[in-house]
């Protein structure tokens, strides 16, 4: 192996590590300071569904690479505790759709609110030009994992 390519590997490795980390952390300041009580594949699911509004169970299954089963049983905790509301297709009765409940509604805005105060620290720290090149490297970052 050569320096170089040593050099990359090593890279590859931190930037990994970096990626873990920085995710670790937005969830737990997240978690913290929205204070609903999730697991993890809870809080996945209200992501999708409020970054995809009308979803269905299908949808989200493919989305999170789970069974439709797994995705029904969450659905249905999350139903319960009133986090979310299903909505029957008018064209076909069989389907239905997954929107916010009441107490989706209050979560997506403590949500929005967290991450207005990150963009605030975004902007506090960072410059445009740093912003720019990070988002163009994350989405640049994003494609290639996406090819895997």
Known sequence: MTDNSRTN????TKINQTLEELWLLLETK???????QLNNQQYTLLT?????????PT????????????????LVKLEAEGYIIRKQHTDDKRAF??????KGLLYKKECDLFMQQLSEKYYANLSLEELTNFLSALQKLTKVIDKL
Do not use: C, D, H, W
């Open 48 to 56: 999708l569904i409020i970054r995809y509004p009308s979803s269905t």
């Open 9 to 12: 590997e090593n890279i590859a």
């Open 30 to 36: 997240e978690r913290s300071y929205t204070n609903f």
């Open 97 to 102: 759709s997954v929107e916010l409940g009441e």
């Open 59 to 74: 949808m989200l299954a493919e989305i999170m690479n789970i069974t439709k089963s797994a995705i029904s049983q969450q």
